[in-house]
């Protein structure tokens, strides 16, 4: 396709019997959906298909979808399991002290002395707040994104700089 896509959420189940389903997003808050009119899932052999958005409603388990051509609950059990993606430049510009997650994923991590922790594989909300996933080799270490903890974010230089906080780094 050739378009920067970013992955917003993932269908995670078929809703009623009319072809809604229920998304999960990766920022619980956005709104995004909300203003678009149409929307990219990625199926799980990574297969790209166009929707048209007929209706978002917002709940408070995530968003419930109506998406066009999609009209009972066995069309939409076959889009449970894929990605909601958007191109780049679809999303609004990140505000000051913000970062999309998909900016994250590949910085190096160092600690306040220089040595590096490995590389941002992933990274989740766990409700509490948002967890970085941080693997060097066959270590992984799960490090809370939160200001006592990362220092700074440089997208930049493509690292992040942490101050540990005691123990955080012997799992």
Same mark, same amino acid.
């Given at each position: 396709?050739?378009?920067?896509?970013? #992955?917003?959420?993932?269908?995670v189940?078929?809703?009623?019997?009319?072809? +809604?389903?229920?998304?999960?997003?990766?920022?619980?808050?956005?709104?995004?959906?909300?203003?678009? $009119?149409?929307?990219?899932?990625?199926? $799980? !052999?990574? @297969?790209?298909? @166009?929707?048209?958005?007929? &209706?978002?409603?917002?709940?408070?388990?995530? *968003?419930?979808?109506?998406? &066009?051509?999609?009209?009972?609950?066995?069309?939409?059990? !076959?889009?449970?399991?894929?990605?909601?993606?958007? *191109?780049?430049?679809?999303? #609004?510009? &990140?505000? +000051?002290?913000?970062?999309?997650?998909?900016?994250?994923?590949?910085?190096? %991590?160092?600690?306040? !002395?220089?040595?590096?922790?490995?590389?941002v594989? /992933?990274?989740?909300?766990?409700? &509490?707040?948002?967890?970085?996933?941080?693997?060097?080799?066959?270590?992984?270490?799960?490090? *809370?994104?939160?200001d /006592?903890?990362? %220092? @700074?974010?440089?997208?930049? @230089?493509?690292?992040?700089?942490l101050? #540990?906080?005691?123990?955080?780094?012997? !799992?």
């Open positions: 396709m050739g378009v920067d896509l970013l #992955p917003i959420g993932k269908v189940a078929a809703h009623g019997v009319r072809g +809604e389903v229920k998304a999960r997003l990766y920022h619980a808050e956005s709104r995004l959906l909300e203003v678009l $009119e149409r929307i990219f899932l990625r199926d $799980e !052999q990574g @297969e790209l298909r @166009e929707e048209k958005l007929l &209706a978002v409603r917002a709940t408070p388990r995530g *968003p419930i979808l109506r998406l &066009a051509g999609v009209e009972d609950r066995t069309a939409a059990e !076959q889009l449970v399991h894929g990605e909601l993606v958007v *191109p780049r430049e679809w999303l #609004p510009e &990140a505000g +000051e002290d913000e970062v999309y997650y998909h900016d994250l994923v590949g910085l190096r %991590v160092l600690d306040r !002395q220089g040595r590096a922790l490995g590389a594989a /992933e990274v989740f909300d766990n409700g &509490a707040n948002d967890v970085l996933v941080v693997r060097e080799g066959g270590r992984e270490l799960l490090i *809370p994104f939160i /006592e903890v990362v %220092v @700074e974010v440089d997208l930049e @230089e493509g690292k992040l700089l101050d #540990p906080l005691e123990g955080l780094l012997e !799992q």
